[in-house]
């Protein structure tokens, strides 16, 4: 009988460890990992370009923007699994954003104050190493832009 609780035991903890690992790994997709901006592949249209520019996607699906603009000035908002359902921004004021997750594609849509303020989709290589994104956006002043951002997988 004891032989049988232990073995029971054992597999429960099993088990246990498993359901826990599924739940952590829960969100991981092609974007999971750390991308820094590669200026030298990346188009800003019209400029000037950020001085740099990293994207952290989490095992849990949290998503952590570290950036300084091209006025020299830091931004680090960051965003929790959206699903297609619209989250908050922290580090943005009255900002969300409705994010899609398809194998190696990637389709946001930002809001402030309610509007759009861009438009980003992405694709991850074949091979995992490079993220391709373009951002069609409105700057503060209501200027369009359009981006053409490479990251490289770190």
């Known amino acids: 009988m004891r032989r049988h609780l232990s073995l029971y035991l054992r597999l429960t903890l099993l088990f246990g460890a498993a ?53 020299g000035q830091p931004h680090k908002p960051s965003l929790p ?4 359902r619209e989250v908050s921004v922290q580090g943005m004021e009255n900002a969300t954003a409705t994010s899609k997750i ?6 946001d849509i930002w809001k402030q104050n309610g509007k759009i303020i861009e438009d980003v989709h992405g694709v991850v290589s074949s091979d995992g190493k490079t993220l391709r994104t373009t951002v069609d956006g409105t700057d503060n ?5 359009h981006n053409e951002l490479t990251f490289d997988k770190q």
Do not use: C, E
Request: hydrophobic share 30%; net charge positive.
């Open 19 to 71: 359901l826990v690992l599924a739940a952590q790994t829960d969100h991981i997709t092609p974007f999971t990992g750390t991308w820094k901006l590669n200026l030298m592949k990346s188009k800003f249209n019209p400029g000037p370009p950020f001085k740099s520019f990293t994207i952290t996607f989490t095992p849990d699906g949290t998503r952590h923007l570290d950036l300084i603009g091209a006025d």
């Open 81 to 84: 699994w959206s699903d297609g």
């Open 102 to 107: 398809q194998g190696r594609t990637l389709y």
């Open 141 to 145: 002043q209501g200027h369009p832009y």
